[in-house]
């Protein structure tokens, strides 16, 4: 069994990426040119909408809100299981993040939760596709057309997703998706706004690149904007040619990189189910970016490190925001009885492509031997 080095997650990296990002290096024009707009292209195609690129799925959230105009005194329902991004992209506007429950079976956005702090301030929801699972997803949608809310959904774990048989991002409001290091594919660092809502992907655009206006036509045809205006806040945002380059060989390996995490997956459902509590998803549906168990009657901790002693990596996502110090006191975010009780039996389990199905049995043989 190589257990040696094993990862919790890694970026899968072969020649594809090595020989796309030397091409870029070789034709000297690093910054955001042609091979941006060629990842948006594809991209496009992807999900059959318009997708703008940014730097990190952190500058995708907060170009998102800024774009739907959320700002200082707004408020934005959001899970408190989830990662720091969200809560400092609402922030970043100067808005309020208020920490909502999740929903048990699917550690997903609780809308009895939301419902109840629902205020004449607030904007929007962001609904966090956690592990790549989106729970009730047209639940979400009645619920902020009931309450005429704006949508930016955090699919950062859900590359790939369907909900009944459609891609996240290829319908809804906003979407958002992070490309880091260890993704369901990455850019090396990056991050993706999806939608269709034409002044919003036209203000994205220009706001990733310090708001100067129309520069990233001018950047795709290889020139730079001397007289420009500048009409609202922008960010330096944009991704690079060498991001680009890594991005759309990962694009096309992920057919491959999909198949693995569902077959990696469905072990670790189907020889686990039972023994600890897991997340209600349908793998022929979802491709998980993580693999969360929750041990209840307070063993986790006793699991964690026996899988340590195993030489297996464990994680914890997340803990949850309202108990980080920034966002504590915060009043609209209290207590969240049902998430603390869920982070203290939180576990994430090794998941990537580069993993065996050896190695996911022998993870489960270990817990199952500790917990029977
Ligand atoms: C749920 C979630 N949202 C947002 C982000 C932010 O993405 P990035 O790290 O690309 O800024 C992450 C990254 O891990 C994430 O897991």
Redesign the pocket.
């Known amino acids: 069994m190589e257990i040696e080095n094993m990862k919790l997650s890694k970026s899968i990296i072969g020649q594809e990426e090595i020989d796309a990002v030397t091409d870029v290096l070789k034709r000297e024009y690093l910054g955001m040119g042609q091979d941006v707009m060629k990842f948006e292209e594809e991209l496009g195609c992807f999900f059959k909408r318009n997708v703008t690129l940014v730097n990190?799925?952190?500058?995708?959230?907060h170009l998102a809100l800024q774009g739907i105009g959320i700002e200082l005194g707004d408020e934005v329902l959001v899970q408190s299981l989830?990662?720091v991004?969200?809560f400092q992209a609402i922030k970043a506007t100067g808005a309020t993040p208020v920490a909502c429950e999740v929903c048990d079976d699917s550690l997903t956005l609780d809308l009895k939760d939301a419902e109840l702090k629902l205020t004449p301030r607030t904007k929007a929801i962001m609904p966090?596709?956690?592990a790549g699972n989106v729970g009730e997803l047209d639940k979400v949608y009645d619920f902020a057309k009931k309450h005429h809310l704006r949508v930016i959904e955090?699919a950062?774990?859900a590359f790939g997703t369907t909900f009944q048989g459609r891609l996240i991002g290829s319908f809804g409001d906003i979407c958002?998706i992070?490309?880091?290091g260890i993704?369901n594919i990455t850019s090396g660092?990056?991050?993706m706004i999806i939608t269709d809502d034409p002044v919003v992907g036209q203000k994205i655009k220009d706001a990733r690149l310090l708001g100067v206006e129309n520069d990233t036509e001018s950047r795709y045809k290889g020139q730079r904007t001397w007289l420009f205006d500048v009409h609202y806040q922008g960010w330096r945002y944009h991704m690079s040619n060498i991001m680009a380059a890594i991005g759309r060989a990962q694009l096309n390996k992920f057919p491959t990189f999909k198949d693995k995490r569902r077959l990696l997956a469905k072990i670790y459902q189907k020889r686990l189910s039972g023994l600890v509590k897991l997340i209600d998803c349908n793998y022929d549906e979802v491709v998980p970016?993580i693999f969360v168990i929750r041990v209840e009657g307070g063993k986790r901790d006793m699991v964690k490190e026996v899988l340590a002693k195993e030489g297996i990596p464990t994680g914890m996502?997340y803990r949850p925001n309202h108990l980080l110090t920034l966002f504590c006191n915060n009043q609209d975010n209290g207590t969240l009885k049902h998430t603390e009780k869920v982070y203290k039996e939180l576990i994430t389990l090794p998941l990537h492509p580069g993993l065996t199905e050896n190695n996911i049995n022998f993870i489960c043989d270990i817990i199952k031997r500790v917990l029977e």
């Open positions: 990190t799925g952190t500058a995708a959230l989830t990662y991004s969200c966090v596709h956690y955090d950062s774990h958002c992070s490309m880091d993704k660092e990056g991050g970016h996502h």
